[in-house]
């Protein structure tokens, strides 16, 4: 005769076999999948790192050259003449001037200027020249020697913009395993409200075969109206049970709904979310000590750290660079071509017809450096507080997979003793039912009986659900969650990619305003 337990697993099995007929059952990669592609959360993590793209970009995009140019026109009027050399008694002029030019921004620091410049004077006075047209074609620079001074200082930014786009990826990839471990939980998490309301449906039914067969003791004298009210008092509290469970398993379907990102919560939901049946067993762990190490080696939280680190770094670097006095070097040659047109005057310019060269010096220091030496040393610290998270993020994240591993470990166990438990039970149940069938105890004895038992059965099934949950917040922990799941982080790439929102903003209700 098979037994009990077996039975229990069959109608577990029935029952979902049932529910199947009614639609096609989710599985948990397909449940994961929808988290991974719809869920708001994660699409809302996503717009981090690709705006810490950009600002590399823009980082870059301070080496980019620049072009500019202006003209001018200025026509003036003496009042009267100046001199007894004017040739009009009302000397008149007009000037105008254009000029056009490219900036470029080096890694040194320095700055360079490549420009031209032609410009057109005309007047009714003596002149030697009418029109006169001048002429030039330089080139200046101008280098700091201390202060943002040489590569390292100057590409310092965009250096720690790229160690923030690594930053963003890993802490976006935090958000991806915390999305899949919800999902995953929320998923058994419901395997487990059905499997639970698949008890007690089956106590449910045994208390009212027990309830039809007290009723027929009673009609031939066998049991006193007692023991029939106490089988019909059972039958109630299990429909009692019956409803907690139907309202637990649609909390669970909408926890997961949630996580998948395919509901609009604002409207009626209609039809059921059906899942896989929970695993009656669960794979061995790993030792402790490969785990805790897996753990500090593949965290992306203390990886996500250890770029703050790297950034603080080289906010040290410019908070120290900050320290020194500006002492530039400024240095310029121009030549310079002038005649009565305007291509005549620009040909003397490149023959180099006239020319005006410079080099300097030019110092300024803030007096005693108050601001910028502070600076250095919160920079200083900042670097040493980023250390220490590191370290404490690492013992941190050791001793939760410590603390993992045993919930899981004693979760395994405790499967093995609860299911001890279930067939003692059911035993138990067995022989109290036959003895109260002989007529030798009380109804009472059968009902306590079946009570043990439903609870050594809601035991082990609790053990289960605990026991996989550890199992899942585990894998979390040290690094495997994308593996238990059959994924890798070049599967899960495209999803993290921020792309256009499918939400139909015009159906979210506005408060009205008061």
Known sequence: MPSRLFNYFLSLTLLSSALQAQGESLTLEAAIASALENNLGLRIAAYTPADALDSVEIEKAQFDPALFGNTSLQERQSAAANSSLDSASVPRSETRRARIGVDQRLATGATATLD?????????????????????????????LLKDAWTTVNLAPLARAKVNAERSL?????????????????YWNLAYA???????????????????ENSERERLGFVTPLEVLQAKAEVLNQEEAIIQAERAIQDGQDALRRAMGQADFMKVLSGDVLVADLPDSLASLRPMDLVVRDTVLSDVDAQAQERRIEV????????????????????????LG?????????????????????????????????????????AERGVERATLELYDIKQEKALAARNAWRSASAG????????????????????????????????????EAQRDFDQAKSNYLRSLIETLRAVVRLSRVDGTLL????????AVEPYTQVTAPQVDLQAIPVTPKP
């Open 312 to 335: 603080q770094r080289i906010n040290r670097v410019l908070a120290q660079d900050a320290t020194r006095p500006d002492l530039d070097l400024t240095a310029g040659v121009s030549y």
């Open 194 to 212: 059905q499997a639970d309301r698949a008890l007690i449906a089956s106590s449910l039914a045994l208390a009212e075969n027990l309830f039809e």
């Open 170 to 186: 890993f802490e976006l990839r935090s958000d991806v395993l915390d999305l899949v471990l919800e999902t995953e939980i929320a």
């Open 483 to 490: 593996t238990r799941n059959g994924l890798d982080w070049d």
């Open 412 to 447: 395994l166990k405790r499967i093995d003793v609860t299911r001890a438990a279930m067939d003692l039970n059911e035993e138990a149940f067995d022989q109290e039912r036959a003895r109260y069938g002989a007529g030798l105890v009380a109804y009472r004895s059968v009902l």
């Open 338 to 378: 002038r005649d009565e047109a305007g291509g005549a005057a620009y040909r003397g310019a490149y023959n180099a017809d006239g020319y005006d060269w410079n080099v300097g010096l030019e110092l300024r220091m803030p007096w005693g450096f108050r601001e910028a030496r502070a600076r250095a040393r919160q």
């Open 116 to 144: 031209s410049s032609i410009s057109r004077g005309a007047s009714n006075n003596n002149a030697a020249r009418n029109p006169d047209y001048g002429t030039d074609i330089g080139l200046s620079i101008r280098q700091p």
